[in-house]
């Protein structure tokens, strides 16, 4: 009997101890009959010329890719020779592939995002505004979705209002329905339609909710990149009014399906990555 196929991988960060992506990579290379063997590249506090250095070893060890994460999701980018539209746009890399010594940056937070937010929340998305909560790395792959998602109108709030100005005017040409900043949640969330919590609030240990509780209607959609714990509080309201709701989980998991098949090729059967992801958390 032949050996499966051996596939690099990796995860360049740091702190990533805690990484789901381990288990759930070689869970799909497992049951799509790939040897995947996936490194914790834990590289606390590095220079740009250090990332460079990290790349080219990369390419020349014979990855077949890595995903990026914080801080280095921008860091990167110089040292690519390409992206695809989407990280372009966003203006930030979670995943490397590597093509015959080529480097492509691609973000599949957006694309994982974008998957998990049809499938639980569907085409009530279009219905109305939405409220966009933290523009920063997250808050910027997640605009790029809600773009794609045909949201007619989001509303963009962030601690640093011109970091949310500039989002919005970002955004705006992205091809989608208009990004406007707004000063404050309470005032955004008058006459909206759905609220994406893109902001580490709510993130154990912390047990705070990014929006209060009060602000929100039976007849909205709410969705949290938050996947520690898997129901935050900000859900947990949501779901006791009758939300339809979208956990951090269905982000993390498209995220980490779009990424099994730009690295291999391969679709990874259903179910598994949702199933070492839980496993992984419990």
Known sequence: ???????????????????????????????????????????????????GRILDGVRLIGFAGINVTFPYKQTVIPFLDALDPGAAQVGAVNLVTVRDGRLTGHNTDATGFLSGLLGTVGNAVQAGPAVLVGAGGAGRAIAWSLARAGVPEVR???Q??????????????????????????????AGASGVVNASPAGML??????????????????????????????????????????????????????????????PAPEGVIGAAFDAHVR
Not at 163 to 169: H, K, Q, V
Not at 184 to 189: P, S
Not at 247 to 262: I, N, T
């Open 160 to 189: 640093d209002p011109s970091r949310a100005a500039s989002l919005a005017t970002e955004a705006s040409g992205w091809g989608g329905g208009r990004f406007l900043p707004a000063e404050g949640i309470a005032a955004a969330m």
């Open 205 to 266: 240990p912390d047990t705070s909710s990014p929006v209060n509780p009060a602000l929100l209607r039976g007849s909205m959609w709410v969705a949290d990149a938050v996947y520690h714990p898997p129901v935050t509080p900000l859900l947990a309201a949501a779901r006791a009014l009758g939300c339809a709701i979208m956990s951090g989980r269905a982000m993390s998991v498209g995220q980490a399906e779009d990424g099994f098949l730009l690295f291999t090729g391969k």
């Open 156 to 158: 963009v709030v962030d």
């Open 1 to 51: 009997m032949a050996k499966p196929s051996r596939v690099l991988l990796g995860l360049l960060g740091h702190p990533i101890s805690h990484s789901a992506a381990p288990a759930m990579m070689e869970a799909a290379g497992a049951a799509t009959g790939l040897d995947v063997r996936y490194h914790l590249i834990d590289v606390a506090g590095a220079a740009p010329d250090v990332i």
